[in-house]
């Protein structure tokens, strides 16, 4: 769909009152979330969501990233819930995501699963990688096999169901789906769920290892200390927290790292469905 600036307007309003909501139950926990990837960026040069945008990431630590799966289901407000696979088996999504109740959000390529589909907003965990190259690659390759495995489950399930067009599933060559189907029919979804979080915090007890990441990229990385304690910047009407060394993060996520970048770059999630009140609202397509 094409956003209207009317349109744009509106969904940025409602993505600041989500991530309000996911800084207060942070700060009932004392716990930190940090921007990350283009709302990074937003932070850097806008001091706002980038204008174009209609998503808003953020990153946790390991282990603020579990206390807040465990705890924040009680204390998000009764306009919100939390998506993650302890509390929503049927999503595809290994990563958690805030949505709010009562939206309509609906992305392509999810939209055949039985899940909430409200606005959101995205909750990374980061885990310690590996100083070395050869290794940091090697966990990195082996964490993305898994996290693969873990999406992807969902589609085999309805494989029957989902055209192949639209399905993850078959974009996969024939001999990883092979792999796939055979493992599917071994193991649970929650032995692949426990068997991905195990992978990704591989390192996570070695505090030598001074770098981390969003395990699956490369592009993610920021020093241990610069998320640990992050530093406060303007974000809208808001101030949001973001590592403490943004530029070097940023350039380890963008080699080129311009305000003004091209129309064509200037990409969304551009949803099928969208709408601000499901039950009396408008739903735009």
């Given at each position: 769909?094409?956003?209207?600036?009317?349109?744009?307007?509106?969904?940025?309003?409602?993505?600041?009152?989500?991530?309000?909501?996911?800084?207060?139950?942070?700060?009932?926990?004392s716990i930190n979330t940090f921007a990350i990837g283009g709302t990074a960026i937003g932070v850097h040069f806008w001091q706002n969501i980038l204008p174009w945008d209609d998503d808003v990431d953020f990153g946790m630590l390991r282990e603020d990233y579990t206390k807040f799966l465990r705890e924040a289901p009680a204390l998000l407000g009764e306009e919100f819930e939390l998506?993650?696979?302890?509390?929503?088996?049927?999503?595809?999504?290994?990563?958690?995501?805030?949505?709010?109740?009562?939206?309509?959000?609906?992305?392509?390529?999810?939209?055949?699963?039985?899940?909430?589909?409200?606005?959101?907003?995205?909750?990374?965990?980061?885990?310690?990688?590996?100083?070395?190259?050869?290794?940091?690659?090697?966990?990195?390759?082996?964490?993305?096999?898994?996290?693969?495995?873990?999406?992807?489950?969902?589609?085999?399930?309805?494989?029957?169901?989902?055209?192949?067009?639209?399905?993850?599933?078959?974009?996969?060559?024939?001999?990883?789906?092979?792999?796939?189907?055979?493992?599917?029919?071994?193991?649970?979804?929650?032995?692949?769920?426990?068997?991905?979080?195990?992978?990704?915090?591989?390192?996570?007890?070695?505090?030598?290892?001074?770098?981390?990441?969003?395990?699956?990229?490369?592009?993610?990385k920021a020093e241990y200390d610069s998320v640990r304690h992050p530093v406060w910047r303007k974000f809208g009407r808001l101030e949001v927290c973001v590592p403490r060394d943004l530029e070097a993060y940023l350039h380890h996520h963008y080699p080129v790292l311009v305000k003004d970048i091209p129309e064509e770059q200037r990409v969304n999630h551009a949803p099928l469905k969208l709408s601000f009140d499901v039950k009396n609202g408008k739903i735009y397509e």
């Open positions: 769909m094409q956003y209207t600036p009317q349109i744009l307007s509106g969904i940025h309003a409602v993505l600041f009152e989500i991530i309000e909501e996911v800084q207060r139950v942070c700060r009932l926990l998506q993650e696979f302890s509390t929503d088996p049927n999503t595809p999504f290994y990563w958690a995501k805030v949505r709010k109740k009562n939206t309509l959000f609906l992305e392509d390529g999810v939209e055949m699963f039985d899940i909430a589909h409200g606005f959101f907003v995205d909750i990374f965990p980061f885990d310690r990688t590996p100083n070395g190259r050869f290794v940091e690659r090697f966990h990195r390759a082996e964490t993305a096999w898994f996290i693969s495995a873990f999406s992807l489950h969902p589609y085999w399930q309805q494989r029957r169901e989902i055209p192949r067009s639209k399905s993850l599933y078959y974009r996969k060559s024939v001999v990883s789906r092979l792999v796939l189907g055979i493992l599917y029919r071994l193991v649970s979804r929650e032995w692949l769920y426990g068997k991905m979080q195990k992978e990704m915090g591989w390192f996570n007890d070695n505090e030598e290892c001074r770098w981390v990441n969003v395990v699956r990229l490369g592009i993610d």
